[in-house]
């Protein structure tokens, strides 16, 4: 595999990491709907489409073609599409299920992009341990540092709102 594949896998697989926890906070935080739930959202959004576009000049799985994944692929751009215009029209309830399935889909396809043994990532953790543990500590530290900003930019905007 030549350098510029192996960059954009590991670039679709990077926001795909970083997705799957600020999807899940999105999901259990209280309250939903405040300024620093959109902010997280329009952050997880942004990765979602990169993800799920990404996803269409990876092919490695069946030799050059389109797997069942590119269809996951296609569902999530049509389902965050859709979730936005539920929001935008008032539809909570069809906005949260929409984006609940589009974190579970992200959530299932990264189970099984990587239970398959001769897939990059289990095969970067086990040929080069040190380097896959500093990755992974990078995204979770870039997990982190979105959802810091996340705070600072609400809470500088709740603080410029009430003198």
């Known amino acids: 595999m030549s350098d510029a594949p192996t960059a ?3 670039a679709h697989a990077a926001a795909a990491v970083v997705a799957i926890p600020l ?3 999105q999901l259990l935080r209280r309250p939903r709907g405040d300024a620093r739930h959109r902010v997280v959202g329009r952050a997880w959004v942004v990765l979602m489409v990169w993800v799920a ?3 269409f000049w990876i092919r490695d799985l069946r030799g050059g073609d389109f797997s069942w994944l590119h269809i996951l692929s296609v569902v999530t751009l049509v389902s965050l599409g859709y979730s936005l215009w539920r929001i935008r029209a008032g539809d909570v309830r069809g906005h949260a299920s929409a984006m609940l399935g589009s974190w579970l889909g992200l959530v299932i396809a990264g189970v099984f992009a990587t239970a398959i043994p001769d897939r990059l990532v289990p095969t970067f953790a086990v040929t080069e341990p040190v380097g896959f543990l500093a990755a992974c500590g990078a995204l979770v530290a870039t997990t982190v540092l979105v959802l810091a ?3 600072r930019v609400t809470a500088a ?3 410029s709102a009430h003198p």
């Open 8 to 10: 954009l896998v590991a």
């Open 23 to 25: 999807g899940g906070v």
């Open 53 to 55: 576009a990404s996803s």
């Open 149 to 151: 900003l996340a705070r």
């Open 157 to 159: 905007t709740t603080t």
